[in-house]
């Protein structure tokens, strides 16, 4: 046999059998991610028909009667043409790049991956997206936002922009020779520039699947991120400066000071911010998941989501430090919660609940705040005036409160109230509230935080249609939203009291 009919035949074998794409698809969904192998054969990317079947649980058989492979999901089927580019799925044609084809020595049936979201996609129970650019394959409905990040000016300063879309929250932490971004979505399809410039040597992912790394170079300065929001983008605009030079010329002299007559009295300091740090309190976890509804969600998991979105919304927009006191799927005790937030020294406490109730009917959002017995209302009367004096270095005396620990919401109720009202008038404006929407009640994860607290009942998760709400991402961001109002309200309150 001559060497071009060898050359031949080995061609026409390899694109028989495929040769694998540059890169395998990245299967996400919420059990995690995964890589998904594809082949390429004839200019169209592959993927077997048995690792379908064993990803998606889909039932796949050759149908010589109806003269194709027939894909079936609890009770759901679609029928892919052996000979020509197309499928049925429920009646309605669907056209595909291209018809399926047998490959390898087992003859297995491979299709293109259009099929997964044209032909599976409807008669499967979760949504199925194709990103192709990206290698990306997305199941479910998760928040994937679109991240790309550019330099547009090598300086110095050196200039860089990252793009979210669609719009989402980003908190950005400053460490050493770094900006961290931590972008609130379920994963990201991230779109970044190969090399560095400037004062910026990368931009690259983080060690976890939601956050971007900007690493600066090590003549980098001060480093500063300014998010934005403009329709359905979020746009974080980092400004990177050198270093100051050892070097440099000596400062000029200060100016003469003013006539005394004139003189201001200096600032020692400047005022504490009424809201240094916040504590969320996601209710459950664990081996306590909470109330169960009756398609299977928990408490537990809902109140983490809300709780993480309401904390990135604050740490982007007010710049407030934000403690969870759980940050992933684990037991948390009452008392643990309590300690979290007043070792934290917070200024708020928020608590987030799902509610239920024997009857399926009832819904609606509720708020709570604590409710004093004669032991409490005594608690906050002796507060203002129980006291021990210590001595401190100098030979003076420091003057403390003291206030039984359990006890120690007792001097904030007033405030509590406050904040509580506050939240049901913000939530009445973006989700239904149910018949009490405004209570109060002796509740032990609020009595023992020293610092204005509520409790938010987003809704009754025994209520089969507030289920169905309380998984989309649109209730959980309109609550955290309406959460997020309250704060900013209670924050000028507080600014309010201090003014003389």
């Given at each position: 046999?001559?060497?071009?009919v060898?050359?031949?035949?080995?061609?026409?074998?390899?694109?028989?059998?495929?040769?694998?794409?540059?890169?395998?698809?990245?299967?996400?969904?919420?059990?995690?991610?995964?890589?998904?192998?594809?082949?390429?054969?004839?200019?169209?990317?592959?993927?077997?028909?048995?690792?379908v079947?064993?990803?998606?649980?889909?039932?796949?058989?050759e149908?010589?009667?109806?003269g194709?492979?027939?894909?079936?999901?609890?009770?759901?089927?679609?029928?892919?043409?052996?000979?020509?580019?197309?499928?049925?799925?429920?009646?309605?044609?669907?056209?595909?790049?291209?018809?399926?084809?047998?490959?390898?020595?087992?003859?297995?049936?491979?299709?293109?991956?259009?099929?997964?979201p044209?032909?599976?996609?409807?008669?499967?129970?979760?949504?199925?997206?194709?990103?192709?650019?990206?290698?990306?394959?997305?199941?479910?409905?998760?928040r994937?936002?679109?991240?790309?990040?550019?330099?547009?000016?090598?300086?110095?300063?050196?200039?860089?922009?990252?793009?979210?879309?669609?719009?989402?929250?980003?908190?950005?932490?400053?460490?050493?020779?770094?900006?961290?971004?931590r972008?609130?979505?379920?994963?990201?399809?991230?779109?970044?520039?190969?090399?560095?410039?400037?004062l910026?040597?990368?931009?690259?992912?983080?060690?976890q699947?939601?956050?971007?790394?900007?690493?600066?170079?090590?003549?980098?300065?001060?480093?500063?991120?300014?998010?934005?929001?403009?329709?359905?983008?979020?746009?974080?605009?980092?400004?990177?400066?050198?270093?100051?030079?050892?070097?440099?010329?000596?400062?000029?002299?200060?100016?003469a000071?003013?006539?005394?007559?004139?003189?201001?009295?200096?600032?020692?300091?400047?005022?504490?911010?009424?809201?240094?740090?916040?504590?969320?309190?996601?209710?459950?976890?664990?081996?306590?998941?909470?109330?169960?509804?009756?398609?299977?969600?928990?408490?537990?998991?809902?109140?983490?989501?809300?709780?993480?979105?309401l904390?990135?919304?604050?740490?982007?927009?007010?710049?407030?430090?934000v403690?969870?006191?759980?940050?992933?799927?684990?037991?948390v005790?009452?008392?643990?919660?309590t300690?979290?937030?007043?070792?934290?020294?917070?200024?708020?406490?928020?608590?987030?609940?799902?509610?239920a109730a024997?009857?399926?009917?009832?819904?609606?959002?509720?708020?709570?705040?604590?409710?004093?017995?004669?032991?409490?209302?005594a608690?906050?009367?002796?507060?203002d005036?129980?006291?021990?004096?210590?001595?401190?270095?100098?030979?003076?005396r420091?003057?403390?409160?003291?206030?039984?620990?359990d006890?120690?919401q007792?001097?904030?109720?007033?405030?509590?109230?406050?904040?509580?009202g506050?939240?049901?008038?913000?939530?009445?404006?973006?989700?239904?509230?149910?018949?009490?929407?405004?209570?109060?009640?002796?509740?032990?994860?609020?009595?023992?935080?020293?610092?204005?607290?509520?409790?938010?009942?987003?809704?009754?998760?025994?209520?089969?249609?507030?289920?169905?709400?309380?998984?989309?991402?649109?209730?959980?961001?309109?609550?955290?939203?309406?959460?997020?109002?309250?704060?900013?309200?209670?924050?000028?309150?507080?600014?309010?009291?201090?003014?003389?």
């Open positions: 046999m001559s060497v071009p060898l050359l031949l035949l080995l061609a026409s074998l390899l694109q028989a059998q495929g040769t694998p794409p540059p890169a395998p698809l990245t299967l996400v969904s919420r059990e995690g991610r995964r890589p998904v192998q594809t082949t390429m054969a004839g200019g169209q990317e592959l993927i077997a028909l048995d690792e079947a064993a990803l998606f649980q889909v039932a796949v058989r149908d010589t009667l109806a194709g492979l027939t894909l079936t999901y609890r009770g759901r089927t679609a029928v892919v043409s052996v000979d020509r580019p197309m499928a049925s799925v429920a009646g309605r044609v669907v056209a595909l790049p291209s018809a399926p084809v047998r490959s390898g020595a087992g003859r297995r049936w491979l299709v293109p991956v259009e099929l997964l044209r032909v599976l996609g409807p008669i499967y129970d979760a949504r199925i997206e194709l990103r192709r650019p990206s290698r990306l394959l997305i199941v479910g409905d998760l994937v936002p679109r991240v790309t990040a550019r330099i547009d000016a090598a300086g110095p300063p050196t200039r860089a922009t990252v793009e979210i879309a669609p719009a989402a929250p980003v908190n950005v932490t400053t460490e050493a020779g770094r900006l961290l971004l972008v609130d979505a379920d994963a990201l399809d991230l779109g970044l520039p190969a090399d560095g410039a400037g910026i040597d990368q931009i690259r992912p983080g060690d699947p939601t956050t971007l790394v900007v690493v600066l170079d090590r003549s980098a300065g001060a480093a500063r991120a300014m998010p934005s929001e403009a329709g359905a983008v979020t746009r974080v605009v980092v400004e990177v400066t050198p270093a100051a030079v050892a070097d440099a010329p000596p400062p000029a002299p200060p100016p000071p003013a006539p005394e007559s004139a003189a201001v009295p200096p600032l020692l300091f400047a005022p504490r911010p009424v809201l240094q740090t916040i504590v969320i309190d996601p209710g459950h976890g664990g081996d306590d998941r909470g109330v169960r509804g009756a398609g299977g969600t928990e408490e537990k998991q809902i109140t983490l989501e809300v709780a993480r979105r904390r990135a919304l604050i740490e982007a927009r007010l710049g407030v430090r403690v969870l006191t759980r940050d992933d799927d684990r037991t005790g009452l008392d643990d919660r300690a979290a937030a007043n070792n934290s020294k917070a200024d708020l406490f928020l608590s987030l609940h799902l509610n024997p009857a399926a009917s009832v819904a609606g959002a509720e708020v709570f705040h604590l409710r004093l017995d004669q032991e409490g209302d608690a906050r009367r002796a507060a005036t129980d006291a021990v004096s210590l001595p401190v270095l100098g030979g003076a420091r003057t403390i409160d003291v206030i039984r620990w006890l120690a007792a001097r904030h109720v007033d405030a509590s109230a406050v904040l509580a506050m939240l049901e008038e913000e939530l009445r404006a973006h989700v239904t509230m149910g018949s009490r929407p405004l209570q109060e009640a002796l509740l032990r994860v609020l009595t023992g935080v020293n610092m204005p607290a509520a409790l938010v009942e987003m809704t009754y998760l025994t209520n089969a249609g507030e289920e169905g709400r309380v998984r989309s991402e649109e209730f959980q961001n309109a609550v955290a939203q309406s959460i997020f109002g309250a704060v900013l309200r209670f924050r000028a309150h507080l600014e309010a009291l201090r003014q003389p």
